[in-house]
């Protein structure tokens, strides 16, 4: 055990921080010293198309990570990454480039220029989404496309280390070789087999899988042959030019498990001999009618989908704090409505606790960091920041002070909710979203949304009051 001074909290307390690692299938401490730096890389999206509900989720999950482990006295060095090339339409090695089918959907012609452009634009939204949800960013958003070159030298690495080989269609990982193939999550090789969709017949095993798809028409130029790094080497890439060869969490959804991240760990590991990270930490799928949600499927639910409903994102982020990352959830909107009055109840409790703050509740602070501190235990944080706001045998300073520092994890925004004058124009945006909205003109109001959004500033809604947040 270490003692985790909390700067907040006059007292130090002694508290362990135990994360679930995947690798190890149970919590372990974080023992890393206080104080120091921790490297979390958080797999990022595919930027071919707006990200739904069910992707958000894993970045309010690796958000509540990255603020408990600042909570917790550690500066956090987060990278997400942005795929903007070679990712198929599965974890297999056939199928049709998702970027490419973006271009032919949008009736973009097919260059490397135009597959960036429409990176470019789907990244802007998704960055949207993150500060809508109160999301921090990272310190690093790099693009695949960015880092041709440290996916051909890591390829090479492992091309002179003995661990590929090549086909017509491009340059394989050889699985065969790698003896320890597939251990996370326990995964066997009869597992691994099932794993892949699709036959390759020049594949010494279905479980290889591409590191470079040659392409003579439409890719980049490397000493092996014109095309595009396969999507897992550009992780390992990425991870490891910005955090090190081997680091401390890495983060994605339980759909990663099996092939993405077994992939990155055999390819990182065979190239450098060192455990690419210790801490492998997943979070479970979102569920609609009980079915996943997925494009694929067509049962997407969007960001701003929620503004028809009268919800705001934050009242998403809340609903799923109300349930633990690793726990499987089902969307309903009813749930998420009175998701959406819970919020609003939050914020006139710690609105009318004044403009003043005073020092953070120990016996409410030591609650609070045991149940964050046990593996994001978000759902038994919530029910100590109900019954605090409601004691009234403590001062309302006190009680701000608390929620203010609860916050700092919650990511609620409750920092940002201050009664004062609003800028004349963004009255007037508000004045005309709320006509818009009137006129069930949803189109506007998104748009109308999205500009107060750039401005700085989120709006909510329920039926009878609008919530303005300034966010920047």
Known sequence: MWTTPIDWYNAPITMVLELYNTYGHKKEPFDKPAGA????????????????????????????????????????????????????????????????????????????????????????????????????????????????????????????????????????????????????????????????????????????????????????????????????????????????????IHTGGIDHISVHHNNEIAQSECATGKPLAHFWMHNAFLNINGEKIAKSIGNTVYLRDLESHAISPLAYRLWLLMAHYRTLVNFSWEALSGTENALKRLYRLFINLGDNSGTPISKYVTAFTTAINNDLNTPETLPILWEMLADETTSKEDRRATALLFDTILGLGFDTLKNETLPTHIRTLIEARTQARTEKKWEESDRIREELLQAGYEVSDSNDETVVRKIS
């Open 37 to 248: 730096t921790v490297g979390l890389y958080d797999c990022g999206p595919t930027v071919y198309d707006y990200a739904h509900i069910g992707n958000l989720r894993s970045y309010v999950f690796a958000d509540i990570l990255r603020r408990t482990l600042a909570f917790n006295g550690y500066t956090v060095h987060q990278v997400i990454n942005v795929t903007d090339i070679g990712h198929l339409t599965s974890d297999a090695d056939d199928g049709e480039d998702k970027m490419t089918k973006a271009l032919k959907r949008e009736g973009k012609p097919l260059t490397l220029e135009a597959m960036r452009d429409v990176a470019e634009f789907y990244f802007g939204k998704f960055k949207n989404d993150l500060r809508s949800l109160n999301i921090l960013l990272p310190q690093e958003f790099p693009f695949a496309s960015d880092h041709i070159q440290e996916n051909i030298k890591l390829i090479e690495t492992l091309t002179e280390k003995g661990f590929t080989y090549v086909t017509s269609d491009g340059i394989y990982f050889d699985t065969e070789k790698d003896l320890h193939y597939g251990k996370l999550g326990g995964l066997t090789p009869l597992d691994a087999e099932h794993s892949r969709i699709g036959i390759n017949t020049e594949k010494h095993s279905v479980r290889d899988f591409a590191l470079w798809k040659f392409n003579s028409e439409l890719g980049y130029d490397a000493p092996f042959g014109k095309g595009f790094p396969g999507w897992h080497i550009e992780c390992s890439a990425m991870s490891m030019k910005y955090l090190g060869e081997s680091f401390d």
